[in-house]
């Protein structure tokens, strides 16, 4: 058995351990991967990939069955995050997700750092490639339930995006944004 199968099978099944033994193993996991302690809480169902390449902060908190991913990419989490249910964070192609201090996620939020190429229409899409880019969400952000933040997006510190958005542009701070894509609603 390959070392890489070995640690997908430890990472799994510490992911549906459930309760208290689960979330202590969760966060010993972490840290030993880390080589330092952090308080992160890692809610059942949820799978980290590319740990070397994960940073966070204190008080960290993750729903039940979220994806970090941040295999050749990155990931850099502040202070006193909360993430609800299943929530995406996808680094894997490249580019940063950096998220601020004192932001809250709601569930079914998807991150996603890379697009794929569409261009050339004698090449499947897959084979295209990806577009690489940085999501960069400011402290004080609240982001509601069922919104996608797509690459070489900012939002600004205080901002609000309204549930089922899609981001596609920078927000600025202290300001409401919402809908498909997200425009500009009023100031905080």
Known sequence: MVINEISDWIK???SVIPG????YLRILYVSISMKKLVKVNISHGTILH???NIKFGTNVNFGPNSFISAIE???????NFFANNNVHLNGDLGGEII???DVLIGPNVVFRSSNHNWNLKDVPIRK????IGD???ENDVWIGANCVILPNVRIGKGAVIAAGSIVNKNITPFSLYGGVPAKFIKKR
């Open 20 to 23: 208290k033994t689960g979330k």
């Open 128 to 131: 295209q490639g990806n577009k």
């Open 12 to 14: 799994y099944l510490l």
């Open 50 to 52: 590319g740990l070397k």
């Open 99 to 101: 998220i601020g201090n």
């Open 73 to 79: 990419g990155s990931i850099k989490i502040g202070d």
């Open 135 to 137: 999501i960069i969400i």
